[in-house]
């Protein structure tokens, strides 16, 4: 089996869950990382094993890279990727690819233009529930997909980049409406394209801090007629929700990643209960192997396995391009008030094959 080096961009929260995606999967291991100051990436190569280096640029030209992991803020995934690309480098990067679809289609331009092997984090489709719910689709389960319905929430993001408007490329809708996006695509069926989106948002709570929405809703409308509503929060108390509901003409069905059956009542903090987690004392829900119940490591596996076998793996930037497209007409009916059509780029995707 050939060994696979992991350069990771990013020593932060999400970088992490990345590099520890990649606990289970045989012979990958990460030898370079870069981070945002010299404490933090130096702890962050202590902790996974890896040599800790002073820029992107160091770590896409290690030669014992072979797969570059961009795990950071929104505004240098392009730059990036681009840097990995011009070393030579497979790439994946962490979810939104872009701010806005103009940056996602210059990646995606970037890569097919280079046959670079390119995967796209988007971790809510490998989650074990999310990958059940689409077997039970295809084997007639709950007949036809009629409708589908996410709520994503939590207290605010814990990154000062987030609430930065310009840096983050927009609010709560980018941020956490990318993962009920391509979840509604990859259970409808990635085949049906999306027609057009509806959408509200404001900043209810948190103007203080940011100029970005921090509530929004999104109706997303199908090429067939269906329907799949996206509704997050940058100010829901009590910690992670992600709800994730599929109804068919037959049945549906329901999940919930931030519901766990472990519970717990403690008067002394115990450390890390979970993403997003308000409280660390009175009632408190850890959640157990948060990386596995995510859904990073089958994520990670699936990248790391494809690219060990020369084959696409199952979300490449095609599928983040077309998440920023979604999005992007989201915003556009924010202003407008009106249902925006999802234009996508046909040239660059049948480029992208």
């Known amino acids: 089996m050939r060994p696979v080096g992991v350069g990771m961009l990013g020593s932060g929260f999400i970088g992490e869950f990345h590099a520890h995606g990649l606990r289970h999967v045989p012979d990958v291991r990460v030898v370079a990382n870069y981070g945002a100051g010299p404490e933090r990436r130096e702890a962050f190569a202590r902790r996974f094993g890896s040599r800790p280096l002073d820029s992107v640029d160091a770590v896409c030209a290690d030669p014992e890279v072979d797969l570059v992991v961009v795990s950071l803020p929104n505004h240098l995934h392009r730059g990036a990727v681009s ?23 210059d990646m995606l331009h970037v890569v097919t233009d280079a046959g670079a092997f390119n995967a796209y984090l988007e971790n809510v489709v490998y989650n074990t529930e999310t990958e ?9 389960a709950i007949g036809r997909v009629v409708t589908f319905r996410a709520r994503e929430g939590h207290s ?28 509604a695509r990859y259970l409808f069926g990635k085949d049906v394209a999306v027609r ?35 509704d997050v929060s940058w100010s829901s108390k009590g910690g992670l929700e992600g709800r994730f509901e599929v109804y068919g003409d037959a049945g549906r069905m329901v999940q919930d990643i931030g ?12 450390g890390y209960i979970g993403e997003k987690a308000d409280a660390d004392t009175g009632w408190i829900y850890p959640v157990p192997d948060e990386v596995h119940v995510h859904g990073h ?6 990248v790391v396995e494809s690219f060990r076998a020369g084959r696409a793996p199952r979300e490449t930037f095609r599928d983040g391009y077309i998440v920023n497209v979604v999005l992007d007409a989201a915003y556009r009916s924010i202003l407008s008030g009106r249902w925006e059509a999802a234009v996508l780029d046909d040239a660059l995707l049948a480029a992208a094959g």
């Open 156 to 183: 605010g993001p814990h990154a000062a980049h987030f609430w930065d408007a310009d840096l983050a490329g927009g609010g709560a809708l980018l941020d956490m409406a990318s993962h009920g996006t391509e979840c």
């Open 196 to 230: 057009d989106v509806f959408a509200w948002g404001d900043t209810l709570v948190h103007a203080a801090k940011t100029t970005a929405e921090d509530n929004a809703v999104m109706l997303m409308r199908f090429e067939d007629g269906r329907v799949a509503t996206v």
């Open 297 to 302: 490591d089958a994520m990670m596996a699936d």
């Open 132 to 140: 059940r719910m689409r077997e039970m689709i295809e084997a007639g």
């Open 259 to 270: 519901a766990t059956a472990l519970r717990a009542f403690v008067e002394r903090p115990a």
């Open 83 to 105: 840097a990995a690309v011009a070393a030579g480098k497979a790439v994946a990067c962490t979810k939104p690819l872009g701010r806005n679809a103009a940056e996602a289609g």
